[in-house]
């Protein structure tokens, strides 16, 4: 399912053994993100502070810019939140993380138990892998949904010797070879549709954990979704270094965008079956392109994805000074081949497309998508460098190549 979303995004917008986990029946009621207690959530602070128990490793860590999962510190437990695990979800996800062989914590905050460290993990999206990485434990990884569209080369290369397993994706996910797996945890994502994996795994019995980085429209608070995973290793501590460089790195190259008088404008993606999927005003492309200086054209619209009309794109859009994230195409060719018309765009003409295609595998699956998630300074780099190469004149594109 995550594949099909990652494909159409490139349309539409830049746009989870014996001691298996406890888990929550999927009958039963869990609470609602306005019925979480805010004040047990941990407030940020200038330093983390270690854990009051020393049956966890990691040190305690704040959740500064994602908006769909808290962290808890609570007396023998950590406990996580899923406040928003779809768009429109009426229900929070709660997991209860506790050392291997401690007690169960209290039976009345509806969470599903995982052991951590946790040792085997199935990963059901790409954007996982990153932040494995970070902590050191993509070796963990025992199955994936499809490795067609995966770029890390070692999942690659794992999965194709067979080390790795493949699972299948959505409500087409094998339950049975994961029943067979017994793994620790399987990560996945969920849109609230009857294509989501996760309530067959809950039937089963499964130790499944909905993530939904998705959902977050800030650059960083999308990549914050690493400590959330590191969790689960009890290893959120190293995540959260690696976040903070991140945060840092960001926060450095939008200083020297912000200071642009003259903003160049931008437009973004192509007409796919009609229709021009634009990203909203609001959304995580649109923030990207703001943080990186630009005059997105569409700014003023409300929303995440607007569908829009090729003739109403291009009244808007016609003069645009750049033009990214074009889908497939990997030179203008390729774009003209989709449609003439695009040749009476500006940056068209003045030779200024770009797209995010840089870093791709052979059968399409980009890079972008999987550690950009968790690489925003440098996504932010290459946008800064496109629309004010002066301003960084060390970096070369990564995710991104000019269209000849």
Known sequence: MKKSLVLLSMVFVLLAAACRPVLTPPSQTIPTETEIDATEVIAPSSEPKAPESNSFKSARV??????????????????????????????????????????????????????????????????????????????????IDDPT???????????????????????????????????????????????????????????????????????????????????????????????????????NVKALAEVMSEKVTVITNTDYQGTWYVPGGQSFAANLMKDAGAA????????????????????????ADYWINVGFPTDKASLLGLDARYAEFKAFQTDQVFNNNARANANGGLDYFESGVANPDIVLKDLVKIFYPDLLPDHMLYYYQKLN
């Open 149 to 251: 569209y995966v770029f890390n080369a070692d999942v690659q290369s794992r999965a194709a010797a067979g080390e790795i397993a493949v699972v299948g994706s959505g409500a087409g996910a094998d339950i049975e070879k994961l029943i067979a797996l017994s793994p620790d945890v399987i990560m996945t994502n969920a849109y609230g549709s009857i294509y989501d994996s996760h309530p067959k795994m809950l039937e089963a019995n499964l130790p499944v954990v909905i993530n939904a980085d998705y959902l977050e429209d800030s650059p960083l608070g999308r990549a914050e979704w690493g400590k959330f995973i590191a969790a689960f290793y009890d290893q959120e501590d190293v995540a959260a270094a690696e976040f903070d460089r991140v945060v840092a790195d960001y926060n």
């Open 296 to 319: 997105y054209v569409f700014a003023d619209q409300e929303g995440s994805t607007l569908p829009l009309s090729f003739e109403v794109v291009f009244d808007k859009g016609k003069d």
């Open 62 to 143: 704040k959740v500064e810019f994602a908006r769909n999962f808290t962290i808890e510190y609570q007396d023998g437990y950590k406990l996580l939140t899923v406040t928003q695990p779809w768009a429109g979800a009426e229900q929070a996800f709660r997991y209860a993380l506790i050392p291997r062989g401690a007690a169960q914590p209290p039976a009345d905050i509806n969470a599903m138990v995982v052991e951590t460290p946790i040792e085997s993990f199935v990963a059901m999206s790409t954007t996982y892998y990153p932040f494995l990485e970070w902590i050191g434990q993509l070796g963990t990884v025992v199955a």
